[in-house]
């Protein structure tokens, strides 16, 4: 059961990262860069090649197990926000072809980690499993939003909260996700 609900959260936190950046991704495109224009192109595009992180997913899943997938892209989430943060504190405005990358790479981890959390979170679940996955859902989207909403208001012409806010919740997930581990090898 401790499984269960550590997997929750960290599939709470996951959704929070996705539900903060779309609420803040037009307006930072439209206010940050100026591409107000042209952001359905890049957002369509964007979320056409994130497709490609299930199939990947699917076929590395397999080599490494769900936990070391999910806790590797949530590392790699945290230094990758952390580096473009640090590029992007004193001039936001010039770095929109680095802003695009991680874009892709946050739209690219929900591919690799929400099915494999949803999974690891109905492992002990199986004699209940149509139940648990409508909490397990309803939760996770329910929390999620409440999370990302003040994010959202943290929105200040530039990508700089919406970046701060994945590595925080990043890192609580990568602890959560520690727990999981922990808990599954004891």
Same mark, same amino acid.
């Given at each position: 059961?401790r499984v269960c609900g550590a997997a929750i959260i960290?599939?709470?936190?996951?959704?929070?990262?996705?539900?903060?950046?779309?609420?803040?991704?037009?307006?930072?495109?439209?206010?940050?860069?100026?591409?107000?224009?042209?952001?359905?192109?890049?957002?369509?595009?964007?979320?056409?090649l994130s497709a490609s992180a299930s199939l990947l997913?699917?076929?590395?899943?397999?080599?490494?197990?769900?936990?070391? =997938?999910?806790?590797?892209? &949530?590392? #790699? +989430?945290?230094? *990758?926000?952390?580096?473009? $943060?640090?590029?992007?504190?004193?001039?936001?405005?010039?770095?929109?072809?680095?802003?695009? =990358?991680?874009?892709?790479? &946050?739209? #690219? +981890?929900?591919? *690799?980690?929400?099915?494999? $959390?949803?999974?690891?979170?109905?492992?002990?679940?199986?004699?209940i499993a149509g139940m648990a996955a409508s909490v397990?859902?309803?939760?996770?989207?329910?929390?999620?939003?409440?999370?990302?909403?003040?994010?959202?208001?943290?929105?200040?012409?530039?990508?700089?909260?919406?970046?701060?806010?994945?590595?925080?919740?990043?890192?609580?997930?990568?602890?959560?996700?520690?727990?999981?581990?922990?808990?599954?090898?004891?």
């Amino acid at each position: 059961m401790r499984v269960c609900g550590a997997a929750i959260i960290v599939q709470t936190l996951v959704m929070a990262m996705l539900f903060a950046t779309l609420t803040m991704i037009q307006p930072i495109y439209d206010v940050g860069y100026g591409a107000a224009d042209t952001f359905h192109w890049y957002f369509g595009g964007i979320a056409l090649l994130s497709a490609s992180a299930s199939l990947l997913n699917a076929r590395i899943v397999v080599r490494v197990g769900m936990q070391a =997938v999910v806790t590797w892209t &949530l590392g #790699c +989430q945290v230094v *990758l926000s952390s580096i473009l $943060l640090a590029l992007l504190w004193n001039d936001s405005s010039s770095h929109f072809y680095i802003f695009l =990358v991680w874009q892709l790479f &946050l739209f #690219c +981890q929900a591919g *690799l980690t929400v099915g494999n $959390l949803n999974a690891i979170a109905m492992e002990p679940m199986g004699h209940i499993a149509g139940m648990a996955a409508s909490v397990v859902g309803s939760v996770s989207t329910v929390v999620a939003a409440m999370i990302a909403s003040p994010i959202g208001l943290l929105f200040d012409g530039t990508p700089r909260p919406l970046m701060g806010s994945i590595i925080v919740l990043g890192i609580a997930a990568i602890f959560m996700m520690r727990g999981i581990n922990a808990a599954t090898k004891a």
